[in-house]
Structures are given as structure tokens and as C-alpha cells.
């Protein structure tokens, strides 16, 4: 018997964002999880329990959401059906899973969704410097955040980082103490220590 859990889904975060803000995100985001203990990725596919939480808030205004998140998940998850990949590598598997356990880690990833510089992945995680200068390193060194171009900032160049993935799902099967990863490729780069166990 297999346990799905959804970890991560940028883009129906990001796509929550857009029409709410960040801030307003985040209260659904926890009230979601405390009412039902679920996550977005879960709420959009039990969307009587996101509905439920979004009345919470906007009461009628809420009417409408409905129409205009599904329209865009089902016209996503249709043209991403291909850009799947399975992970079996079960040391991988646990350096992913462990990833997402630490909340410190897992604020990162999420941030970095889009490539950013390491201030500003700091601040919006509201971290402190040293930790967070530290956690960013542990997460570049297990391959899960790389290096994706560069800005301009007073006559340097300074290097921004993003995760390796948009959305991941981690299946557990209790029987055989197994971990198998589903995940979307947000960025792909050779000799990186977890896009080379992937299974296309």
C-alpha cells in the first residue's frame, strides 16, 4: 500500500499568488492544512475543501476563483504530463525528503522557484544571514539549488540560484520501506548529482 504525498507545487502556489498576493497565499496555504490537513497541490484536486477556505475569506467573492484556477491546472497538468520524471535512487530519495522535512530548507526551495540572488532568497525566507548562507550551501552541495545566471549590482556580476524542480510527489510504500520521487524538471544540468539517477 502506497502513501502519496504532494511536497511541493510551485506552480499552483505561484498561480494562487497571482491573483492574491503572497500574504493572503500563505493564510489559505495554513488554514487549508489546519482544517483539512492538506496541501494546495491536494486542494486543487479536492477543490471542495480550497473552496471551502476561500469563502472563509472572501465569502461570495469567492465565486469564480474556481473557474479560472482549474482552467489553468488542467491546461498545465496536461501539457506537463511529459516533463515527469521518476527517481528510485533511494539515497537520493531521502536527501529530497529530508530537504523538504527542514522548514529552513524547504522556505528556500520554494523561493527559488525562479532564479534569485542568495540576499533575496534570505530576506523573503526571513532568515537569518549565517543560517541561511549555510542551508543555501547544504542544498547546492546535495544538488537540489544550482547556479542559473547572473545580475548586475554596482559593476558585478553576482550569481542567482533556483531549485532543480517545480513540483514533486513522494510515493512511500510502508511494506517495502521504499521511497519513489515524481518530479516536474525546473531546470536541467548536466553532472548533477540527482538529475543524473532520474528516469525520463
Not at 498561480?15 to 496541501?39: A, H
Not at 511529459?82 to 531521502?94: A, G, H, K, L, P
Not at 533575496?120 to 549555510?134: F, K, N, W
Not at 532543480?164 to 510504500?173: E, G, P, Q, R, W
Request: net charge positive.
Amino acid at each position: 500500500m502506497s502513501e502519496t504525498t504532494s511536497v511541493m507545487d510551485g506552480t499552483v502556489k505561484e498561480r494562487i499568488s497571482s491573483i492574491f498576493g503572497k500574504s493572503i497565499t500563505k493564510k489559505v496555504e495554513d488554514r487549508l492544512f489546519e482544517k483539512f490537513g492538506i496541501s494546495l497541490s491536494q486542494g486543487i484536486e479536492e477543490y471542495e475543501k480550497l473552496d471551502f477556505v476561500f469563502r472563509e475569506f472572501f465569502g461570495k467573492g469567492a465565486d469564480g476563483i474556481k473557474e479560472k484556477i482549474l482552467k489553468q491546472h488542467d491546461k498545465e497538468k496536461t501539457n506537463s504530463n511529459q516533463s515527469w520524471v521518476t527517481i528510485n535512487d533511494q539515497n537520493v530519495c531521502s536527501i529530497i525528503l529530508n530537504a523538504f522535512g527542514d522548514p529552513e530548507k524547504k522556505s528556500i526551495l520554494e523561493s527559488a522557484f525562479e532564479p534569485k540572488i542568495v540576499s533575496q532568497i534570505i530576506s523573503e525566507c526571513h532568515l537569518p544571514q549565517t543560517s541561511g548562507y549555510r542551508k543555501i550551501n547544504e542544498l547546492m552541495d546535495e544538488g537540489l539549488l544550482i547556479k542559473k545566471g547572473t545580475i548586475n549590482h554596482r559593476s558585478k556580476k553576482i550569481n542567482c540560484y533556483c531549485t532543480v524542480f517545480s513540483d514533486l510527489d513522494i510515493k512511500m510504500d510502508v511494506k517495502s520501506r521504499s521511497m519513489t520521487v515524481k518530479a516536474k524538471l525546473n531546470v536541467t544540468e548536466k553532472n548533477n548529482p540527482i538529475l543524473n539517477v532520474i528516469s525520463y
